[in-house]
C-alpha cells in the first residue's frame, strides 16, 4: 500500500509493518520512525489502525483500589508507596461483595473491562482465596477481568487463570537504562519474569509505561521496543502521562511536552500493530485536543470512572462529550 507521494516516507522500512514484513524492532528503526516528520508519523500510525481496529470505537475499562496504600516498594512515582509521605493511609483488603458490585456499576455505563489493582509487592496466600472470588464475580457479570498485584509466581498465575482472569498487568514503566532511577526495591529484570510467568499462564499481558518522569527521548523507545520485542508482545499497552504527586519524588518533575506524548502513542501504535493502545494516567491534564490527537495516533482504550486508583480522572460526563464531539463511540464487548 502506498502511503503518499512523499519518496522519504514510502522509503521507510516502518512502512513494511502493514504488510507485517518487521516482525522485530532494532532501536535505530525505532528512532527512525519517531523521527518522522509529525503528520507523516499520524499517517502511518491511522493507517495501522485502520487494518486492525474500528477507527472510531475507543475500548472502555474501569479501576478500582482494591487494597491501597502502605506498598513495600518505592517507585517514584507512586504515592501508595510506604515509602513516601504522601498522606495515603494504608487500607485492608476491600470486600468481594463491594467490587463485584461496582463492577456491575461500571459494566451499566459501558465499561467491558475490570480492573481491580492492589498495592503489594506481590500477593499473600491468606488474600488468594479472596482474589479468585474477585474475578470469579467480575466475570460472572460477562466482563473481561484484570488484575496487578505486583509480582506473581506461576502457581499464582495458574489459579488467577483457572478463576477466569483475562488480563494481567504489570508495567515495566520505562526503560531498563533509566529503571533504577524510579525503582530500587526490584530490577528490571524482576517485572520481565513476571510478564513471562503470566504468559506461560495464559493469561494475556497488559504492559506499558509512564511517559515524563525525567526520561530521555531514547528511554522512551527503548521501553517500546523492549515490549515490541517480547516473545508475544501485550495485547494491551497502556501509555500513561506522570501525575505528579505531592510527597513523592516526582513530585516536581517537569511535564512532558504534548507532541512529544502524541509521538509516543504514535509509535507504540505502529510498533503493536494489534495491540490495544490505552490513553491512560494524567488524561485530566491534557486539553481536548491532546486527546483527540492520541486517538488520531492509534489510542483506542481508556479508564473511565473518577479516579485511577488514587488519582482523579475524568468523570463519565466529560468522556461521553469528547466522544460525541469527535464521533467516537465505545467498543461493544462482543467486538473485544
Known amino acids: 500500500m502506498k502511503m503518499g507521494t512523499n519518496a522519504e516516507l514510502n522509503r521507510n522500512p516502518a512502512i513494511e509493518l502493514i504488510n507485517g514484513a518487521l516482525p ?4 535505530a528503526g525505532a528512532e527512525a520512525t519517531h523521527g518522522m516528520p509529525f503528520n507523516d508519523l499520524l499517517f502511518l500510525a491511522q493507517t495501522i489502525h485502520r487494518q486492525n481496529f474500528d477507527r472510531n470505537r475507543v475500548q472502555l475499562s474501569q479501576l478500582i483500589s482494591i ?9 517514584g512515582y507512586c504515592s501508595q508507596s510506604a515509602h513516601h509521605p504522601s498522606g495515603l493511609k494504608a487500607s485492608k483488603l476491600i470486600e468481594v461483595e463491594r467490587v463485584v458490585a461496582e463492577a456491575r456499576k461500571a459494566r451499566d455505563a459501558g465499561a467491558t473491562r475490570y480492573c481491580m489493582g492492589a498495592a503489594w509487592r506481590s500477593p499473600k496466600e491468606r488474600d488468594m482465596e479472596a482474589v479468585v472470588a474477585m474475578i470469579e464475580g467480575v466475570k460472572a457479570l460477562g466482563m473481561e477481568t484484570c488484575m496487578t498485584l505486583g509480582m506473581l509466581d506461576l502457581d499464582q498465575a495458574q489459579r488467577l487463570k483457572q478463576a477466569g482472569l483475562d488480563y494481567y498487568n504489570h508495567n515495566i514503566d520505562t526503560s531498563e537504562r533509566y529503571y533504577s532511577e524510579i525503582i530500587s526495591t526490584r530490577t528490571f529484570a ?15 499481558v497488559c504492559c506499558g509505561g509512564i511517559i515524563g518522569m ?25 501509555i500513561n502521562m506522570l501525575i505528579p504527586i505531592k510527597g513523592t519524588p516526582l513530585a516536581e518533575a517537569d511535564p512532558i511536552d504534548p507532541i512529544e506524548f502524541v509521538r509516543t502513542v504514535a509509535l507504540a501504535r505502529v510498533m503493536m500493530p ?13 486539553s ?9 495516533a492509534g489510542a483506542n482504550s481508556i479508564f473511565v470512572g473518577d479516579t485511577l486508583l488514587t488519582a482523579e480522572n ?14 467516537i463511540k465505545p467498543a461493544a464487548r462482543e467486538a473485544l
Not at 522485530?24 to 532501536?27: G, K, L, S, T
Not at 503470566?198 to 493469561?203: K, L, M, S
Not at 525525567?214 to 497502556?238: C, F, Q, Y
Open 274 to 286: 494489534k495491540s490495544y493502545v490505552r490513553l491512560s494516567a494524567g488524561r485530566t491534564a491534557m
Open 288 to 296: 481536548d485536543e491532546m486527546q483527540a490527537l492520541c486517538f488520531f
Open 314 to 327: 475524568p468523570g463519565e460526563d466529560k468522556d461521553s462529550a469528547l466522544f460525541r464531539r469527535l464521533g
Open 190 to 204: 524482576d517485572r520481565l519474569e513476571t510478564l513471562a510467568i503470566v504468559r506461560e499462564a495464559g493469561i494475556k
Open 24 to 27: 522485530r524492532w532494532n532501536r
Open 214 to 238: 525525567g526520561e530521555e527521548k531514547a528511554d522512551r523507545i527503548a521501553m517500546l521496543v523492549t515490549l515490541a520485542n517480547l516473545p508475544e508482545p501485550p495485547e494491551s499497552v497502556p
Open 67 to 75: 487494597k491501597t496504600g502502605g506498598c513495600p516498594e518505592d517507585c
